[in-house]
């Protein structure tokens, strides 16, 4: 069975667990991402390194990011976050403040109105980490509890114009029977740039399973129409796989 990634990152890895279960793997990337230069947010950065009562933390790779650009800097930020009480969107970002030594004191279900029932009364000063865009419901909500909110932007998404219509043509003309998402970003991506986003639902919901890294991610496959044939709710590419595989399975019984 031949499985489209629309992912960026890990895509090798994607390639390597795929072709063990027995699949047949593209790797046709929705999304790309970049960087924010370092100096674009320096003074940011170095407000953060005098210190916040509240740092949500909402991706993973974000934490790591910021981490690097404040060494880049010269700056420990790892000990003012030590003194702020931390919250984690979901699991991935759980798992690296961990590994830094920062563990949460709350973790979301991965969706970001999940952080705003955790939020601990202000006032106080919060640092909040985008990933690739702004976030206007929890700036709003930790405006409501007294916070001043400084935004942290370590990298932003932007679409894949080439990625796009591969994928959109592999979906239409039935040259995958399956599609990875691993972000809500990437199923966004594909259908605000699908020359035909009704052609391509259908195509989705009747030739080629939809399959989602997480609830947010599914939810986005909803929200266009999408009923996504498989959910993986660990937010792990070898759990999606293999689940994906004994769905198969069930479905042939």
Do not use: C
């Not at 601990?120 to 702004?134: D, M, N, S, V, W």
Request: aromatic letters at 6%; proline letters at 8%.
């Amino acid at each position: 069975m031949r499985i489209a990634y629309a992912g960026l990152r890990r895509r090798e890895e994607f390639k390597a667990l795929a072709e063990k279960l027995g699949f047949t793997p593209l790797l046709l990337p929705a999304q790309s991402t970049e960087r924010v230069p370092v100096p674009e947010y320096r003074d940011r950065l170095r407000e953060l390194s005098q210190g916040v009562d509240l740092f949500l933390a909402t991706t993973g790779v974000g934490v790591r990011d910021l981490l690097e650009g404040g060494r880049a800097l010269g700056l420990d930020l790892k000990a003012p976050l030590a003194q702020a009480h931390r919250l984690a969107r979901g699991a991935k970002a759980a798992r690296v403040l961990r590994e830094e030594g920062l563990p949460p004191h709350a973790t979301g279900d991965g969706t970001s109105p999940s952080l705003i029932p955790l939020l601990p009364p202000g006032p106080g000063r919060a640092a909040l980490q985008l990933y690739g865009k702004p976030l206007p419901l929890l700036e709003a909500a930790l405006a409501q509890r007294g916070y001043a909110v400084l935004p942290l932007m370590p990298y932003r998404h932007l679409p894949n114009p080439e990625g796009i219509r591969a994928l959109e043509a592999a979906i239409r003309e039935g040259a995958v029977e399956a599609v990875a998402f691993v972000a809500a970003i990437q199923v966004e991506f594909l259908f605000e740039g699908a020359k035909d986003p009704q052609a391509l639902r259908e195509a989705l919901n009747a030739r080629a399973k939809a399959l989602a890294v997480g609830r947010v991610t599914a939810d986005a496959l909803r929200e266009w129409g999408v009923k996504p044939f498989y959910v993986d709710e660990t937010e792990r590419l070898g759990s999606m796989l293999q689940g994906f595989k004994r769905a198969l399975f069930q479905e042939a019984v």
